[in-house]
T-cell receptor, first 107, second 112 residues
Framework: AQRVTQPEKLLSVFKGAPVELKCNYS??????LFWYVQYSRQRLQLLLR??SRESIKGFTADLNKGETSFHLKKPFAQEEDSAMYYC?????????FGQGTRLTINP | NAGVTQTPKFQVLKTGQSMTLQCAQD?????MSWYRQDPGMGLRLIHY???????DQGEVPNGYNVSRSTTEDFPLRLLSAAPSQTSVYFC???????????FGQGTRLTVV
């Protein structure tokens, strides 16, 4: 079975502080992991995927197969990063999401 | 380019009524899916389709039916609405489950 766990429902940090959103997964095969973001009054959209190994809007995420984690990190948070973040796992035919973390960046 | 279009945006139903949420995409994507979004529960997969004529159940399929007669359309039917189906529903499409998913703007459904 595929399962994604995001342990933090809410995360609040100050502008300029580092941010880490946690994501753990369970899957017996070779997973593909994604981070999606939903800004206020906008559609859910892809932020990044582990295969591309790129940094988007200053965010990075490394797939750790040993710890079955795919944490999202940014060294210096900006106010425009405030949004809902979802970790997602693509298995054989399904794309499943975690519970989501609402990130608030305080000025 | 319209992308993924969901209708309606808002709907109020009485318990026991039926309705169909519409989803259409113009990107020639084979993979389409329906999710419901509830506070603290995240996005939960209801049903998905890997191509026209093929559908399968997701994590929370009970109370919902789908069909995929064309590549473009993937309607979600509520046969007998219940208050527990009050939620925001999202349709998504992609070339496959492993590729970037594009989402509709959502349908906010309230069952009273």
């Amino acid at each position: 079975a595929q399962r994604v766990t995001q342990p933090e429902k809410l995360l609040s940090v100050f502008k300029g502080a580092p941010v880490e959103l946690k994501c753990n997964y369970s899957y017996s095969g070779s997973p593909e992991l994604f981070w999606y973001v939903q800004y206020s009054r906008q559609r859910l959209q892809l932020l990044l995927r582990h295969i591309s190994r790129e940094s988007i809007k200053g965010f990075t995420a490394d797939l750790n197969k040993g710890e079955t984690s795919f944490h999202l990190k940014k060294p210096f948070a900006q106010e425009e990063d405030s949004a809902m973040y979802y970790c997602a796992l693509a298995g054989a035919q399904k794309l499943v999401f975690g519970q989501g973390t609402r990130l608030t960046i305080n000025p | 380019n319209a992308g993924v279009t969901q209708t309606p945006k808002f709907q109020v139903l009485k318990t026991g009524q039926s309705m169909t949420l519409q989803c259409a995409q113009d990107m020639n994507h084979e993979y389409m899916s329906w999710y419901r979004q509830d506070p603290g529960m995240g996005l939960r997969l209801i049903h998905y389709s890997v191509g026209a004529g093929i559908t399968d159940q997701g994590e929370v399929p009970n109370g919902y039916n789908v069909s995929r007669s064309t590549t473009e359309d993937f309607p979600l039917r509520l046969l007998s609405a219940a208050p527990s189906q009050t939620s925001v529903y999202f349709c998504a499409s992609s070339y496959s489950s492993h590729r970037e998913a594009f989402f509709g703007q959502g349908t906010r459904l309230t069952v009273v």
